[in-house]
């Protein structure tokens, strides 16, 4: 993978505290940009994929562990 996604991972850490009003949803990150929340994880992929193509993004789930998904 490219793309280990350390960048997106700090930037929901960062923003963890006011994301946690939407505890449960999705979010798609890439780069610094925080798109969502999305209630349903295909609504954040379809996103995701709207928005950077094939370039890589991260799908989180707000409130669970950091974990990478890579589109691409």
Known sequence: MSNDFRREIAVYNANL?????????YVVIRGEEIVGPFVAIEQAWATGRARYGSSPFLVQRVG?????????
């Open 17 to 25: 505290i006011e994301l946690l009003a939407y505890a449960g949803c």
């Open 64 to 72: 669970a562990e950091a974990s990478a998904a890579r589109v691409g």
